[in-house]
Nanobody, 123 residues
Framework: QVQLVESGGGLVQAGGSLRVSCTAS????????MGWFRRAPGKEREFVAA????????YYAESVKGRFTISRDNAKNTVYLQMNSLKPDDTADYYC????????????????WGQGTQVTVSS
């Protein structure tokens, strides 16, 4: 069982930046592709970004492409989501996810979920 713990959420003004992090509980982190999803109030959870086990391949939702960057540090069992040029529409709970491949995670084939961290973008 892999436990994922997110951190770094908060309140930011539109146009600002924020970085959220997700740390895994065990050393098999390197065996998983990682990703981020979000759920806005009243909406379904949607894919945001994913990264392969070796960081060689990344995937992004069209709505965040060019503004968000996913990265990972396997030595720290941590995946990051750097969010720039934030918009009020980015307001959501952000969830970390682990799966067998980046493509699988993008397809919502997730083995483990974090508990979520809230990001609020004010206009």
């Amino acid at each position: 069982q892999v436990q994922l713990v997110e951190s770094g959420g908060g309140l930011v003004q539109a146009g600002g930046s924020l970085r959220v992090s997700c740390t895994a509980s065990e050393g098999t982190f390197v065996n998983y592709a990682m990703g981020w999803f979000r759920r806005a109030p009243g909406k379904e959870r949607e894919f945001v970004a994913a990264i392969s086990r070796s960081s060689g391949i990344t995937y992004y939702a069209e709505s965040v492409k060019g503004r968000f960057t996913i990265s990972r540090d396997n030595a720290k069992n941590t995946v990051y989501l750097q969010m720039n040029s934030l918009k009020p529409d980015d307001t959501a709970d952000y969830y970390c996810a682990a799966g067998s491949s980046g493509r699988a995670v993008k397809g919502h084939e997730v083995d483990y979920w974090g508990q979520g961290t809230q990001v609020t973008v004010s206009s």
